[in-house]
């Protein structure tokens, strides 16, 4: 089942057909015990509704903090090295690659994050920029996996690859983080061969596309929510971005109007329009 927060609230989509929530807010929503066995009984014991496509798609989000997960692909390692290099701080990527605790940061509160059709951001002080294309668990307050969603995390290279240090100001500023376009709420993990694809529009055409795939992923999905959840608390739940995949070459950085296309298959396309920060 998919679920989509909508400017009419939020829907419910199973086979083609959507049916309407009754919760006045997202996080009553998607803090229910059960929430894919309320959905179920709501699909079994509705009625389909007919104003799904009056309303406008939002970012699948509430009140949840967005987190994210670094170095998590062998793609991402050998990026991250070879962009702090000069700065000296590429063996700790290495390092965090092959460790037991995984690198997890901060990456958004809901008023910077993005939805479908909406503008994402790139700094205006960074001249290397690029969209990180990552599978994004939505996570209950108790820790658990309810759902899943395509997430973009915008990073400025240059800035993170000067210093380490300066990760925050690389990932965190507005518009750095897109969600979307739905929440696959599914009891069972997606399986390994899930692909992933990213396609960067400029001008009408296709100015690079690359995928990969689940089985990619490093660490389980499962291990890096219990490390964000040592010690951490959540009472609407959270969202974590799972690493990517995808890095465009080093001569790539995005440009103001570029079209960012991900792809999850079960899950949708989440595209967004690239403007520069004022």
Request: charged share 25%; hydrophobic share 35%; with cysteine.
């Amino acid at each position: 089942m998919k679920l989509y927060r909508t400017s009419n609230g939020p829907y419910v989509e199973e086979a083609g057909s959507y049916f309407h929530l009754p919760e006045p807010s997202w996080d009553a929503l998607v803090t229910h015990d059960d929430l894919h066995g309320y959905l179920l009984s709501i699909v079994n014991k509705g009625e389909p509704a007919k104003d799904f496509l009056m309303a406008k798609i939002e970012a699948p989000i509430g009140n949840q903090e967005v987190w994210a997960a670094g170095v998590t692909y062998s793609r991402s390692r050998s990026a991250r090295m070879d962009e702090s290099k000069t700065a000296g701080g590429g063996d700790f990527y290495d390092r965090v690659y092959s460790a037991e605790r995984p690198e997890l940061f901060f990456k958004s509160t809901p008023h910077r994050v993005a939805g479908p059709g909406e503008n994402v951001r790139i700094r205006k002080d960074s001249s290397w920029s690029v969209p990180e294309p990552e599978l994004t668990l939505l996570i209950n307050h108790c820790g658990q996996i309810i759902g899943y969603t395509a997430g973009n995390d915008m990073s400025s290279r240059d800035i993170e690859g000067e210093n380490p240090l300066y990760l925050p100001q690389a990932k965190v500023y507005d518009g750095s983080c897109a969600l979307g376009p739905c929440v696959l709420i599914d009891r069972e993990p997606l399986p390994t061969s899930t692909p992933i694809s990213l396609e960067i529009v400029r001008d009408g055409r296709s100015e690079f596309s690359g995928a990969t795939t689940l089985a990619e992923l490093k660490r389980a999905p499962a291990t890096l929510v219990e490390y964000l959840f040592r010690d951490n608390s959540f009472p609407f739940g959270a969202f974590l971005m799972t690493g990517t995949g995808i890095v465009p070459p080093n001569s790539f950085t995005l440009a103001s109007g570029d079209r960012i296309r991900i792809t999850i298959d079960t899950i949708g396309t989440l595209e967004n329009e690239v403007v520069q920060g004022s």
